[in-house]
Every structure is written in structure tokens, then in C-alpha cells.
């Protein structure tokens, strides 16, 4: 099983940008597909993007299409996520987690971090 850990949330004002970042510790990681989601309070947790183990496919949220763009180094067993153009409704606890497969389903990932607040606000 492998183990995650978020960092790089914040607060930032709209049109700002923030990196996530989510390192793995375990083994295998380069096996996994790796996604970020997202859950902003009073809502349900929503997908954001993912990235396949050998980053041949990444897919995204249209909400996030063209703002948003997950990258990973398997040697430093981390994914990032770059937010440009940050905008409010983009606040939420974001989280990462590793699947078996590529997919854009919570209930297929079976590995979470703790999760990271980002926060949009002027």
C-alpha cells in the first residue's frame, strides 16, 4: 500500500496560482495512476484530474481544463498539481490518491492523503 502526504495549499487571490504537491512513500508507486480530487464544504468530493503510471494519459475536469495541469516524477514518488487562474470557486480541501487504473471515480482510488485547503479569496 502506499502512503500520501499533501502540501502546498493556501490562501491566494483570484487569478493566483498555487502547486500542490503529493508525495508517496511505499512501494510501486510508478505502477499507479495518481488523481487529485477536490471537496468544498456541503458538497460531494469531485474529480480534478489524473495521471496514468508512465503519464502517457492525463485527463481533467472541464471545470479545470486549460487552468489546471497534473505532472509527476516516479523517481521522486511525487504528483503535482499546477492551479493558474485561480478563481473562488475553486476552494476546497484537495486531496490526492492512487488507483490501479485511470479513472475519474473516488470509489476506484483506494489510497488518500489527509488532504490540503486551498483557499481563493480577495
Known amino acids: 500500500q502506499v502512503q500520501l502526504v499533501e502540501s502546498g495549499g493556501g490562501l491566494v487571490q483570484p487569478g493566483g496560482s498555487l502547486r500542490l504537491s503529493c508525495a508517496a512513500s511505499g512501494r510501486s508507486f510508478s505502477s499507479y495512476t495518481m488523481g487529485w480530487f477536490r471537496q468544498a464544504p456541503g458538497k460531494e468530493r469531485e474529480f480534478v484530474a489524473t495521471i496514468s503510471s508512465g503519464r502517457t494519459i492525463t485527463y481533467y475536469a472541464d471545470s479545470v481544463k486549460g487552468r489546471f495541469t497534473i505532472s509527476r516524477d516516479n523517481a521522486k514518488k511525487t504528483v503535482y498539481l499546477q492551479m493558474n487562474s485561480l478563481k473562488p470557486e475553486d476552494t476546497a480541501v484537495y486531496y490526492c490518491?492512487?488507483?490501479?487504473?485511470?479513472?475519474?471515480?473516488?470509489?476506484?482510488?483506494?489510497?488518500w492523503g489527509q488532504g490540503t485547503q486551498v483557499t481563493v479569496s480577495s
Open positions: 490518491a492512487a488507483s490501479g487504473i485511470v479513472s475519474v471515480s473516488p470509489n476506484l482510488y483506494n489510497a
